[in-house]
């Protein structure tokens, strides 16, 4: 699925303009990613979870050259996928908790 068709299915889901959900879009994943810039982590409870992680620098091989190269360490965007994710993708039924999880609104 596009970026263009994820636009289209939301504003035919909620009835709004395709230019409102792709701002709606916009601004969730413009907050996921200023989230992942302060080093934070985004959760979307039963979909998944968005995180960075470090890599440790280490040495490679240049495939051509088979000649040892030297890898920077750097940092890189991680998704762990949630228990609801996982049973779509396995054509399972969502599990109870998670469906009770997201209808349920947190207490503070």
């Known amino acids: 699925m596009t970026k263009a068709e994820i636009i ?3 504003a035919e889901e909620i009835k709004v303009s395709k230019s409102a959900a792709a701002k709606a879009l916009a601004v969730i994943t413009d907050s996921i990613a200023q989230t992942l ?4 982590k985004a959760a979307l409870i039963g979909f998944g ?3 960075v992680a470090e890599r440790k620098a280490r040495k490679g091989r240049n495939p051509r050259t088979g000649k040892e ?3 920077a360490a750097k940092k890189v965007p991680k998704f762990s996928a949630g228990t609801a994710l996982k049973a779509a993708a396995a054509g399972k039924a969502v599990p109870t908790k998670a469906k009770k999880a997201a209808a349920k609104p ?3």
């Open 106 to 108: 947190k207490r503070e």
């Open 49 to 51: 979870t968005f995180s």
């Open 37 to 40: 810039r302060k080093g934070g």
């Open 69 to 71: 190269i030297k890898i």
């Open 8 to 10: 289209a299915k939301v």
